[in-house]
């Protein structure tokens, strides 16, 4: 927990900085944070390829920790799972909230009294986060 509280203060210091970069200086500025992206990219798939190719009896032999947590790979694989569907789903509840919200006040605006209509449509698209909510507990139990 504690390396978050040491970056998190830098990902706002380099979210502000590329937030200036890219209205002072537009293209340059979007061609250096894609080159970034592209080399971050590529950090992650190395560490990924590394992770996947690792010999779980090396990581054994380091220590007892370790060995516990190498024996453990269904485990983590539910738990990733679990990851995946709440983050997916609260993606496409985003999405759907959003263009569903928009039309909502649309409505709203030129006939008051869809209000209660409206809004139903909105908790239907926001159901799909809890939905995503549900698998995720019901994974992590499998776990």
């Given amino acids: 927990m504690i390396i978050w509280t040491i970056c998190l203060p830098a990902i706002l210091v380099v979210g502000l900085v590329t937030s200036w970069a890219l209205r002072r200086r537009g293209r340059t500025a979007l061609r250096i944070v894609l080159a970034a992206n592209g080399l971050l990219l590529v950090a992650a798939l190395v560490v990924v390829a590394m992770v996947a190719t690792a010999d779980p009896s090396a990581a054994a032999t380091a220590s007892p920790a370790v060995a516990a947590a190498a024996t453990t790979g269904a485990n983590a694989s539910a738990l990733i799972g679990a990851a995946v569907a709440v983050g997916a789903s609260s993606i496409g ?3 759907a909230v959003s263009y569903t919200g928009a039309a909502a006040l649309a409505a709203i605006s030129e006939r008051p ?31």
């Fill in 93 to 95: 509840a985003a999405i």
């Fill in 113 to 143: 009294e869809l209000f209660g209509r409206a809004m139903v449509i909105v908790g239907l698209a926001e159901g799909i986060a809890i939905y995503g909510l549900i698998v995720s507990i019901i994974l992590i139990g499998e776990a």
